[in-house]
T-cell receptor, first 112, second 118 residues
Framework: DQQVKQNSPSLSVQEGRISILNCDYTNSMFDYFLWYKKYPAEGPTFLISISSIKDKNEDGRFTVFLNKSAKHLSLHIVPSQPGDSAVYFCAARGYNTDKLIFGTGTRLQVFP | SAVISQKPSRDICQRGTSLTIQCQVDSQVTMMFWYRQQPGQSLTLIATANQGSEATYESGFVIDKFPISRPNLTFSTLTVSNMSPEDSSIYLC???????????????FGPGTRLTVL
């Protein structure tokens, strides 16, 4: 049972445009969500997170939106840059636990 | 953030052998986590390693197959025992760093160990 889903395995975006990566979850007990970026041969790098009490969190070019009623979150990257090309994982965590449940990842390619 | 190193970075092993992966953190942490990422798959938690107690394993993972040591607050090892080709994965350790409140800290990952079993 996949509790965290990223239904788009890949996304291709032109440099300067917006990249939107989506993530859906099924467990209403999740209270904290994180996005990680992963380059080949490296470990995941933390990008941005959001608590379930918020609907938006912004950090520079990265913004995460949370729609609790739809159990959906998205990561917006504006403007997209070629260096953003990587695999992006969303992850979720329940109350009073550090255990992360990861989605399957979306490979983002930003082309010039 | 946290500075986490892993050894080895990659290895190619024969079926039936064992490999021990080391994880070193730049400062003391209470919990360390071991994840696996099989080819084309997501990251899956293997176990949580607390210093001074036995590791807690997730469903589908057992101590005999993945013994873990946690001798101090900055170091942990994961052993992949009696390996088969299905164990070919990236193995990652991670730690939580932040405010200290459960459930509100960020998890940081090491660079991973890429294991190939022939």
């Amino acid at each position: 049972d996949q509790q965290v889903k990223q239904n788009s395995p890949s996304l291709s975006v032109q440099e300067g445009r917006i990249s939107i990566l989506n993530c859906d979850y099924t467990n209403s007990m999740f209270d904290y969500f994180l996005w990680y970026k992963k380059y080949p041969a490296e470990g995941p790098t933390f990008l941005i997170s959001i608590s379930s009490i918020k609907d938006k969190n912004e950090d520079g070019r990265f913004t995460v939106f949370l729609n609790k009623s739809a159990k959906h979150l998205s990561l917006h990257i504006v403007p997209s840059q070629p260096g953003d090309s990587a695999v992006y994982f969303c992850a979720a965590r329940g109350y009073n636990t550090d255990k992360l449940i990861f989605g399957t990842g979306t490979r983002l390619q930003v082309f010039p | 953030s946290a500075v986490i190193s892993q050894k080895p970075s990659r290895d190619i092993c024969q079926r039936g052998t064992s490999l021990t992966i080391q994880c070193q953190v730049d400062s003391q942490v209470t919990m360390m986590f071991w994840y696996r990422q099989q080819p084309g798959q997501s990251l899956t938690l293997i176990a949580t390693a607390n210093q001074g107690s036995e590791a807690t394993y997730e469903s589908g993972f057992v101590i005999d197959k993945f013994p873990i040591s946690r001798p101090n607050l900055t170091f942990s090892t994961l052993t992949v025992s009696n390996m088969s080709p299905e164990d070919s994965s990236i193995y990652l350790c991670s730690v939580v760093r932040g405010s200290g409140r459960a459930g509100k800290d960020t998890q940081y990952f090491g660079p991973g160990t890429r294991l190939t079993v022939l």
